[in-house]
């Protein structure tokens, strides 16, 4: 990723531009902490910049691939296309508690992106259907 960093803050950006990758990279975090937070059984840290480790690979080759529309003359090499969409559907499936994340040192409260509106039926009534029931549909 050095190359296109270095190629962004020196060639692309123009005069009076800002650097694209701080918001890029706070975009991606929040993206990785909105799929953990997804699944009930994931815990997202108290620090809204931090992500589980071992998706740091995934946000990376998503970060690269939203600096690369910034760069229109450079484009991905196909393991870095791969590495994106690899990274799509390993978020995908943190958040359908396919894959757990390691917890954090110090846990979100409850509500973030989700997991305080789950709900729990601990008991329901049985239903009888009769053709008696059903006679007047």
């Known amino acids: 990723m050095a190359r296109q960093i270095r190629l962004l803050r020196t060639v692309v950006l ?12 706070s975009d991606v975090t929040r ?10 059984k994931n815990q997202l840290s108290d620090d809204p ?7 740091l ?19 991905l090499l196909p393991e870095q ?6 990274a799509r559907e390993q978020l ?7 894959i757990r994340v390691s917890l954090p040192y110090h846990p979100a409260e409850e509500g973030e992106y989700g997991g305080s509106a789950s709900m729990v039926c601990l ?7 009769t053709a008696a029931a059903l006679s007047g549909l």
């Open 92 to 98: 995908r499936a943190v958040a359908h508690g396919e």
């Open 49 to 55: 910049r931090l992500i589980p480790v071992e998706l």
């Open 123 to 129: 008991h329901a009534r049985r239903r009888k259907t």
């Open 31 to 40: 993206r990785v902490r909105q799929a953990v937070g997804s699944h009930a």
């Open 14 to 25: 123009g005069a009076g531009e800002h650097d694209p990758l701080p918001p890029l990279i």
């Open 57 to 75: 690979p995934t946000a990376c080759a998503l970060a690269l691939e939203a600096l690369q529309g910034r760069i229109p003359p450079l484009q």
């Open 81 to 86: 296309q791969k590495a994106a969409d690899v």
